[in-house]
């Protein structure tokens, strides 16, 4: 196999060899016409690279390579058409088949047996959820946590899960494609087995690479020490971080967002947000108002940006208050209100079921008139119906957002 040079972006003749995510996919699946791997057909353009840097193509690790400030990432055509030739060359043989033993993972990444086997059980539970248990009633069946003669949990027949689960990604390959029920086992393709094996072998090695801080070289846990720069992911401890990276004193704040990220570097200074220092990547904004809230990482950046019921989040009114125009006008961004409704209300009718357990509350429906309704559910209801709609009028849902403000300016001035 051809020895890769070492990689830098700044050099002409390997930038030459960078490949965007859709090129790459398009190479990869070119490049290994004929084998009879199951390949993604996505595999190289949604995966994540933050775990370890790389994405994976069976055993072969594909590396990610940042390529502008934009984020863009790209992949050196090199690997991708090794990693195809890798998965030609496996000997590959369908009547040569093994137990796959999808229920015995240890259920700690990477097990691909673990992962195939929960994704069974999920499904299962799911699908009981919504149609009830062909047993009776959820506390009658014998089966939930076992298998029934097809080799499934109760509840999911086999085209059921087929159909759901034959578009599982693992180490960029379908590996539902090749499972086969002999009547009292399923079975994989040894050949298949023993990728996939490797493949777990090759994400812990990398993992265990991604763990070691690049400032003190000591090992630790890489969930906390991995941040994405403007030339990738890099893994950092909190004391290393702390000593590189300065804080954000709030000197920005009522700054103009264009003219901020044109002229200061979000990545000199800590998120803001994260409870262990963190570097920044992003400057985060008010896209309400345009004015800048403060240095984020790009994790924090996304739980924000997406809407992940970010309210939640210990700190994250204050952040949003950063903007001095929702601060003056005593306001959040428009997409927040709804989390702060449906947070309103499920407390309301937590208090009033006296078996509540668990009370969930639905997307918020604004009616013209602004008032609020969202679905109640609380699976422990004395009596049906265990859903229903809830209703917040407009005068009674600004009510709860001022209070929440004024809750969190009053704590900043005590």
Not at 380 to 407: C, G
Request: charged share 25%; hydrophobic share 35%; with cysteine.
């Amino acid at each position: 196999m051809e020895r890769l040079e070492p990689l830098s972006v700044a050099s002409a003749n390997i930038r030459s060899m960078l490949m965007t995510r859709k090129t790459a996919q398009i190479t990869l699946l070119d490049a290994a016409a004929g084998c009879e791997i199951p390949i993604a057909p996505d595999a190289l353009e949604h995966g994540w690279l933050g775990e370890n840097g790389h994405l994976f193509i069976g055993a072969s690790a594909l590396r990610g390579i940042k390529y502008n400030k934009q984020g863009q990432w790209r992949f050196d055509e090199r690997e991708v058409r090794q990693a195809a030739q890798a998965l030609v060359q496996v000997k590959w043989n369908p009547d040569d088949l093994v137990d796959a033993w999808l229920f015995t993972g240890q259920e700690e990444w990477p097990d691909w047996r673990a992962i195939a086997g929960s994704t069974m059980t999920s499904k299962a539970l799911s699908t009981r959820e919504r149609d009830g248990c062909p047993c009776g009633p959820p506390d009658t069946c014998r089966r939930s946590s076992g298998l029934l003669e097809n080799g499934l949990p109760c509840g999911l027949t086999e085209d059921a899960f087929r159909e759901t689960c034959a578009r599982l990604v693992i180490a960029g390959t379908l590996p539902f494609a090749a499972l086969t029920w002999n009547g009292k086992k399923w079975l994989v393709p040894r050949a298949y087995a023993v990728l996939l094996d490797q493949w777990e072998e090759a994400v812990r090695e990398k993992n265990e690479k991604a763990s070691i801080c690049t400032g003190c070289g000591k090992s630790g846990e890489r969930w906390e020490r991995r941040s994405s720069g403007s030339n990738g992911w890099v893994t950092r401890c909190s004391k290393c971080t702390a000593a590189e990276f300065r804080p954000y004193t709030g000197h920005l704040r009522g700054s103009a967002y264009e003219s901020v990220r044109r002229t200061r570097r979000a990545d000199d200074y800590l998120c803001r947000l994260c409870t262990t220092p963190q570097r920044a990547y992003y400057w985060d904004h008010c896209h309400d108002h345009g004015l800048v809230r403060g240095p984020v990482c790009a994790s924090c950046n996304t739980f924000e940006g997406n809407g992940m019921v970010f309210v939640n989040r210990p700190g994250s009114v204050e952040h949003l208050l950063e903007c001095t125009s929702c601060r003056t006008q005593h306001t959040l961004p428009r997409r927040h209100h709804e989390d702060v409704i449906r947070n309103h209300l499920a407390a309301v009718h937590r208090r009033e079921c006296s078996r509540a357990g668990y009370v969930s509350a639905g997307p918020v429906r604004w009616q013209p008139d602004g008032t609020a309704v969202c679905e109640i559910g609380c699976p422990n209801h004395s009596r049906a119906p265990r859903r229903w709609d809830a209703e917040l009028p407009a005068t009674e849902a600004r009510e709860v957002l001022r209070e929440l403000i004024e809750k969190v300016l009053g704590s900043e001035n005590r």
